[in-house]
């Protein structure tokens, strides 16, 4: 997981928990402030009903006086306003309330006071004139303990701001001697009601009582409110429409509860209201910011902040482990990669220093083999050929896999010739089969199409490791390669080829075959030790099909043989059918002759530039034979110094070199203007066989690139591909066969095909000595078809049939030879109606040819001397053993092949008679003869 | 780069000024060093006869920056001039107390200004140097015993957009407003002055003449005591000021008979007939225009189109306006206060440039100090040269003189007397 990912997690988490606690916080604090609220109110209810009882009690004492001052006039005995004030004066006990007795219907609205004025301390009067406290209070209530209160107003005798409670009093009227109403007030200072809610302080601090009259205008003013009026102060500082107004005026004056509103700061503030109980004109409104209410949250922030701080604390913590750990591992990370950058440093330097000195070894060898006339020092050579190629494949192999490994392997589809990939595997196959006796057999389908695209490199390595296994796990029996061809419904233009190899080997325990494509891993060691490889075939074989979306089935029984196989898909380029490989290689074996260079090229001139001058020596004598001038040089500089001197058509470079490298001198090269090769196509030699080499080099300016150790025949076919076509010329005959001149009506003949039977036969001599082979024995063979199928014998007249077509095919009569082949296959099928059909045409146009055949005959006199090698007995003793198995086997093509094969030799005197024979056996289908002519002489 | 430089000097001047300007509000704010510990818990009573003082309850929320402990309100009380005399005597003394200049030589304020706390005692260390020297009074021992807070003046007030709109100057003398009058009316503007037809203070021919009257008044000091004992021939004081009443109200500059139509008060009429936005000129007082912020909304007029008002003097004489200040309201200390230090310590407070600008602003009064550029209401009254920028106490015009040239006024300016009769008549004239 990345280090963002965890830290996000790790935050994600904390952030949850926190928000868990300022939930669980915010929670309790709303429940806390709610219960405040609540005790709030409650205290609210609690004060106003001591004000209540306090207003009671004062009205209570006035409504005393008044009852006494009544009482007396109920009695009949009225007092007048002075006795009734007397009494008064005399009857309350506080100097600090006044009580003054007022005539409403006086315009002056005087009175009597029980005080004297501050001014004149004689003077009792009073007057309410100027204080307008009466206008609703019309209706002063007569009965006791109905609190009938003024509003807070300056008391006009002394000035100070007091509350009056009321009643109505009758008293004589000293002059009218008449009763008359006056209104009782006992006066009492404001400060008296204020004091009452002092204690209150205890328990809220920073509460303000306030009293309000229905208005709003303040009775007792807390210290945060302004204006005269708490509506009016209300609407100043908090935004509410009319109807919310309204509202809160409506509760205010009349409802209890609590509201939110916004002081003269703009600061949250709750005010709990509730109306005077018994008297609605007052309301009390009990003031505290929000800010009280919110004191105990403070220590829930103290636990969120410790909570965040331990958080913070525990991720920079793990936060320094987890890089500490980071730094470890990216350490460890860094010095695997060194060390993985180490092999592959390694196996590049393997795959360079091994390669090289291979070159020198198997060129040197290629040399030995194609110089030396002694059997036995050639056979030692095949052997170190067989050696080194194995050791080759390891390496190979080895670098194959460390490519897979590193994910530097890539498919590379391309273009190629099906049948020249199945050359290819059964050239490098076959032989090893046949050095172990085994019997290596081919089944190919005809009908799979001649081009194909795909990774032709990666299928050949992938059949040649399923192929080597099958033989180096194969002590006796056969191994048979098998490849079939099917069309795809949904893909048009692309078939599935199947392939499948079957031995008769080891085969494998039902427990081991997981183990199979395990690298590394050799399966059944112990039995198996003497088989030579690395354990990466399979390995190496499953990962390159698992690149091609397939996979390797295998099915095995141990000790009977195993059958690998596979299906691939592969786009076909050209859909013509391969035709029948199996004909086609074993023609071919008898053309497998000794190298033969591919052409001549005495006007070309290359350069080929090594440090390593025994690979100098080996590139020269590689192409010794295509008579090529070849100049070498030894480093780089040496390179640029002939490479501005002389032209060349194509220069071979080698990679690794000291000093200047290949690359290095290439680059130079090619910032050189005054040259005669500035056209001329560079060519890397490399040992370098890892991944990449091929991109690594055409990035740096090679024209193409050559591995190491040089296989001659790429060589020869690069260099027909980079040679000037004007330089090239065919290849050198070999002795007197080189020389050798065919006569001109052959290439009138519409029957044959020259080319075609120059290549079965391999020179023009031995193509002149088929044909006469062929002319010789063409009437006998003619007849004895004709014999045969007379009377009705079909199995001989198939095999004669079968004769004439492969005989026909060597010398090019390809047409005959696909008659004889159509001829042969009914013969097989016992399809007589399409004998009966052809047969007649076959024997006609085989007359025919014979007949158009016939000047060579005229000119065998003429030979002229045979220069061809003398046949070693060994070779001979060899040919008729050989000779000996096939008729055993009745495997007549090899016969014919091998009797060809023949003529590339002089014939020892001693043997004339016995090789004639053979040969006049073959031409005449007289297969059954040789055993007896072999075992005649033999014995 | 170049301006990338340039505009990093900027931006660095800029800081530069910000920070300055940050410092000097804030050395301002800091001028008030607490004389006590401000953790001293105390309670205030301010005294008044204004049914609202919102301007000083705002300086109390000020003044408990510095004591948050402080608990002061302000208690309108009732008969307050009957009353206070009492009061401040009484068991339950307020602290502070308003006063006003008309009761300076008032018999029945001699027990009121007796209770008054001597605020020029330089123990005090109240400040009082901001105010403009003609609004001090001081009691004949040269005591000072009040100090203004308010001041009023007489004057129009003047709607600039209109001035705007004609591109026409503000007129500045007679001349010039008898000139722009023209103009006025000939651009549509019936009366291009109003005001109301009244014989109080805020009426219109008060607020375009008195000043003048004062003024010469001031100018003639051998001549007040003729005039305010009534002599019959100090009447002819009068004339230079009557002469040019009479002379107005005969111009294109006012419509008198549409004005006693229009407006119905000299007060409230006053400023919801200038708020219909078609009048350039209204004659008012100070206090008028101090109703007019409360009344901007009130206007629906006013509300659908605002425009730009501002106060200036009439331009009654031939060289200029008279900017004749009168004071509005003063604070006293009850020497009987029982928080005497705290009192003195609040008045020590108040007694400032800002303070007192704060609190005028807020009320939309004239502000007392020196400085007029806190309320831009009244910032032309700064353009008025110091001869003719004079207090009403330095006319020494009585009160009983000051009615009786009101009276002359009215009678004139309604064409009920001659300029001569009413000089004639000076002493008794008919009163309203």
Redesign the interface.
Known sequence: MKRRAIITINLLIMGSILFFIFRYANDKASESTHNSIQAFEKMTTTTSQIIVNYLEDEQHLCDIWANYVNSAANDGAPMTANEAISYIRKAKISP?IEGHLIFLDNAERKGISTTG???DLNDYTVSY?????FDNIGNVSNENDVVNLTRA??N??????SIAFLNNVMVIDEESGELVKGLLMRVV?L?RLEQKLVFLNGEYENVEISLIDQEGNYVV?G?SF???NFF?YYK?YNTSSAEEYDQVVKEIVSGTGTMMLKN??GEDCIISYTPLATMKTWSLLAYLPVGNFAVNRSIDWLLLGIASGGFILLIIFNSTVMMSYNRKLSEAAVQANQANEAKSYFLSTMSHDIRTPMNAILGLNEMVIRDSKDENIRMYSESIRTAGNTLLGIINDILDFSKIEAGKMEIINVDYSFVSLLNDLVNMVQKKAEDKGLTFNLDIDSDIPTVLNGDEIRIKQIIINVLSNAVKYTKKGHVTFMVRANRIADKPDSIRLRVSVEDTGVGIKPEDLDRLFVAFERIDEKSNRNIEGTGLGMTIAQSFLDMMGSHLEVESEYGKGSVFSFEIEQKVIKWDPIGDFQESFRLSLTERASYHEKFTAPYARVLVVDDTPVNLTVFVNLLRNTKLQIDTAESGDECISLFTKKHYDVIFLDHMMPDKDGIETLREMKAITDTPNKETPIICLTANAISGMREMYTAAGFDDYLTKPIDVERLEMMLLQYLPKGKVGPPSAKGSEDEYNLPDFLFNLKEIDVGSGLTHCGSGESYVSTLKMYLDSAENNAKEIERYYASKDIKNTTIKVHALKSTSRVIGALEIGELAARLEKAGDAGDLETLDRELGELISRYRQLAKDLEPLAEGDDDDKDDDRPLISDEKLKEIFKSLQDYCEDYDLDSIVGLVASLDEYRIPEEEMTRVDAIKKAVDNYDYEMIPDILSGEMR | MKRTIKTLISLSLVVVLLLQGCGSKEKEKKTFVPKYDKNTEFSLTVVGSY??F?SL??EF?RFYEYYPNA???Y??????N???????????PPDIFTTNTWMVGNEKYN?LFDSCEVISDPELGIDYSCIRNSLIWSTDSGDVVMLPIFTSSYGMLVNMDIFEKENLEVPTNYGELVEVCKKLKNAGYESPVMGADQFSGPGLFNCFIYPMFAYDAMKNSDKIDALNNFEPSSGELMRPALERLYEFVNSDCIDVAKCQNEIIDDYDSVIMRFFEGDVPMMFATGDVASGTAKRESKSEAFSANPFKYRFFVAPSGDDGGYFINSTSLCFSVNKHSRNLDMANEFMRFLINKNELSNMAGLKRLITPVDDFSFDELYSSLADVPKDRSFSDKETGLLDPAVRQFRAAIYAVGNGRMTVDEAIAAYGNIPEE
Do not use: C, F, R, W
Request: no cysteine.
């Open positions: 600090e004025k501050v001014s004139k100027n204080i307008s406290i107003y300056t006009p005798s002394n000035g100070v701001q200072p400060s003013h210290k302004k204006n005269k009016e100043s003269a700061k | 049914s609202n919102e309850e705002a929320e608990s002061l309100q208690v309108t009380m009732d008969d307050y009957n009353v206070i005399s009492s009061a401040l005597v009484n068991s339950e027990d």
